[in-house]
């Protein structure tokens, strides 16, 4: 089972925070200037604040987010997926606010976060942790450098209109050549982003079981899998000029016939900062993809 370079942080244990980071999505004009306000709020009552977009995060601004206690993220699930790859690391939980147009992950709205703040500077609040999943891809013996997913890795077509022909592995025993658009190994928190419109099951948020499903798959009968925690997935090209993989709908490397990409359980988990009960799920199933006029 391929290891990940970095290390592995402590679990975090819920507690009043002392530097708080603010991650806005800045295409959204109502998130830049919702951070700004929080900024403000929070430096009024003495506390540290890191405040920027992912990009800045991503560079200088990193090793400044490293000594944040809390995470919180103001934009849609896009922002919350960069969020978890770079708070994850850290052992920094997270604390989404929803201004997307969808927003699963969110854990307040925008009206919910000023009443609410009190209860989060008090570390009154549980956390959630949620697998994520890793990926590599081997070619000629060569391994690339592993990438973090929180939702899901996808090999599939990237520049052309062919169907792809995908073999695939679990634990060294072939399982099935897929001919299909794409293949998705999805981890719990995924299950009802990319793969649930592929007809995927959906699994319970703290499950740290992957799910591995194909798309548009031609002459299949093999339903989608749910695949052990500890099991690692192979899946290689066996034909499929232009196709690619990508970590949490972020390209990360065209494919050629022959590679193989494997995917595992992360040794990382991502940890949520929740206000409310630990039934929500259900809810919010309910009230995000079951309502009308999406």
């Known amino acids: ?129 949620r697998a994520m999943v890793e990926g590599c891809v081997v070619r000629g013996g060569q391994t690339t450098p592993c990438v973090p997913a929180l939702n899901e890795i996808v090999l599939g077509r990237e520049r052309c209109a062919l169907t792809l022909r995908v073999a695939a592995r679990v634990n060294g025993a072939h399982l099935i050549t897929y001919v299909c658009d794409a293949v998705i190994a999805a981890t719990a928190t995924g299950s009802t982003a990319y793969a649930v419109s592929a007809g995927g099951p959906i699994l319970f948020p703290t499950s740290r079981a992957i799910l591995l499903l194909p798309v548009a798959a031609h002459l299949s009968l093999l339903p989608p899998l749910i695949i052990p925690e500890d ?27 022959g590679d193989v990409v494997r995917v595992w359980r992360s040794a990382v988990a991502c940890y949520f900062a929740r206000l409310r009960e630990g039934n929500y799920f259900f809810r919010t199933l309910k009230a995000r993809l079951y309502r009308e006029n999406l």
């Open 231 to 257: 099991a690692l997935v192979e899946l290689e090209v066996v034909n499929g000029s232009g196709a690619g993989i990508n970590a949490d709908g972020q390209p990360q490397s065209d494919l050629l016939s």
């Open 1 to 129: 089972m391929p290891t990940t370079a970095q290390s592995v942080p402590s679990p975090p244990s819920p507690h009043p925070p002392h530097r708080i980071g603010l991650l806005y999505a800045p295409r959204i004009e109502a998130a830049l200037r919702l951070a700004g306000e929080v900024e403000s709020a929070l430096v009024r009552q003495g506390l540290s604040v890191w405040c920027g977009s992912p990009d800045d995060a991503d560079g200088p601004g990193r090793q400044d987010l490293a000594a944040c206690d809390l995470l919180l993220t103001l934009g849609g699930d896009g922002t919350a997926l960069r969020a978890a790859n770079l708070a994850a690391p850290l052992g920094i939980p997270l604390v989404c606010i929803g201004m997307g147009h969808l927003s699963f992950m969110a854990e307040l709205t925008p009206e919910d976060l000023w009443p609410q703040l009190p209860t989060l500077l008090a570390g009154d609040y549980w956390l959630e942790e």
